[in-house]
């Protein structure tokens, strides 16, 4: 079945201390993957998508097929991190080549401490 | 350029009646996505339209209907309404084929079933 995993619901970590937020998928394609954020009274808004391989506000994330992974890094936590992360997929061969049909992990709540 | 809108806010039925949410898609995208999140989860795909039809639909019975219109805004109906679907209701738009397409969600309506 097609489902996407963060095993914690809840991370807490210090400024300045690293930070990872773990996801794994099981999907039998070639899904994309993303991670949306969710920041206090703000719309869920996307931060990264694996095809682009880039790092937005220090974030980055690897794909790594062989574990089914894609976890969610950042060097150095600030305060401004503080948010709800959610892990998601997409397989847009479904659905006319939109991104649309994101199938979303529960979110992780990130909580970083001055 | 205006952001993805929804309304109602907020909104409270009781069961067994019908309730309409609409959504307002950001200028220029053709496409509007559905989902739906319960409490202490992520969202769940409900189905996207495009151009007018529906282009794929999540694991939501039928009484869960939704319209496209031509000016890209969205309805999505609900029929005899059950305890389960109190939930925050999300519509996303976006711009099927263009290059990275990314999805824009809406502030959302939360959904009250008594």
């Known amino acids: 079945a097609q489902r996407v995993t963060q095993p914690e619901k809840l991370l807490s970590v210090f400024k300045g201390a690293p930070v990872e937020l773990k996801c794994n998928y099981s999907y039998s394609g070639s899904p994309e993957l993303f991670w949306y954020v969710q920041y206090s009274r703000q719309r869920l808004q996307l931060l990264l998508r694996h095809i682009s391989r880039e790092s937005i506000k220090g974030f980055t994330a690897d794909l790594n097929k062989g574990e089914t992974s894609f976890h969610l890094k950042k060097p150095f936590a600030q305060e401004e991190d503080s948010a709800m992360y959610y892990c998601?997929?997409?397989?847009?061969?479904?659905?006319?080549?939109?991104?649309?049909?994101?199938?979303f992990g529960k979110g992780t709540k990130l909580s970083v401490k001055p | 350029e205006t952001g993805v809108t929804q309304s109602p806010t907020h909104l409270i039925k009781t069961r067994g009646q019908q309730v309409t949410l609409r959504c307002s898609s950001q200028s220029g995208h053709n496409t509007v996505s559905w989902y739906q999140q319960a409490l202490g989860q992520g969202p769940q795909f409900i189905f996207q339209y495009y151009r007018e039809e529906e282009n794929g639909r999540g694991n939501f019975p039928p009484r869960f209907s939704g319209l496209q219109f031509p000016n890209y805004s969205s309805e999505l109906n609900v029929n005899a309404l059950e305890l389960d679907d109190s939930a925050l209701y999300l519509c996303?738009?976006?711009?099927?084929?263009?290059?990275?397409?990314?999805?824009?969600f809406g502030s959302g309506t939360q959904l009250s079933v008594l």
């Open positions: 996303a738009s976006s711009l099927v084929g263009a290059p990275g397409e990314k999805l824009f």
């Open positions: 998601a997929l997409s397989d847009p061969m479904n659905y006319g080549g939109s991104q649309g049909n994101l199938i």
